[in-house]
């Protein structure tokens, strides 16, 4: 059983940052990969980052390269999403999701295995 919660979204001008958490309870020792999707209105659910748990292993979408740095706290079972450089087009309701395999990165919705309930970002121009 795992449990995810996101925090740290809100309103911020274009070009400026906010930090998401993710923070993850339970069974955490089965996680070896946490990431970030977003999903904006009337779109699918996107892939933003990921992290691999042991290695510090990072990916990231090609429309978040250089803008965004997604980053891990194995002790306190927290995953971190720094958002900088903002634009409107960021504007999503961004969910922390969690994976218990480790064969490679997935960019897939359905190959993550725990989400949260997602935290808003909206950015103005």
């Known amino acids: 059983q795992v449990q995810l919660v996101e925090s740290g979204g809100g309103l911020v001008q274009a070009g400026g940052s906010l930090r998401l958490s993710c923070a993850a309870s339970?069974?955490?020792?089965?996680?070896?990969?946490m990431g970030w999707f977003r999903q904006a209105p009337g779109k699918e659910r996107a892939f933003v980052a990921a992290?691999?748990?042991?290695?510090?292993?990072?990916y990231y979408a090609d429309s978040v390269k250089g803008r965004f740095t997604i980053s891990g706290d194995n002790a306190k079972n927290t995953v971190y999403l720094q958002m900088n450089s903002l634009k409107p087009e960021d504007t999503a309701v961004y969910y922390c999701a969690a994976r218990r395999s480790d064969y490679e990165f997935s960019v897939h919705v359905y190959d993550y295995d725990y989400w949260g309930q997602g935290t808003q970002v909206t950015v103005s121009s």
């Open positions: 339970g069974r955490t020792f089965s996680l070896y990969t």
């Open positions: 992290i691999k748990r042991s290695r510090g292993n990072t």
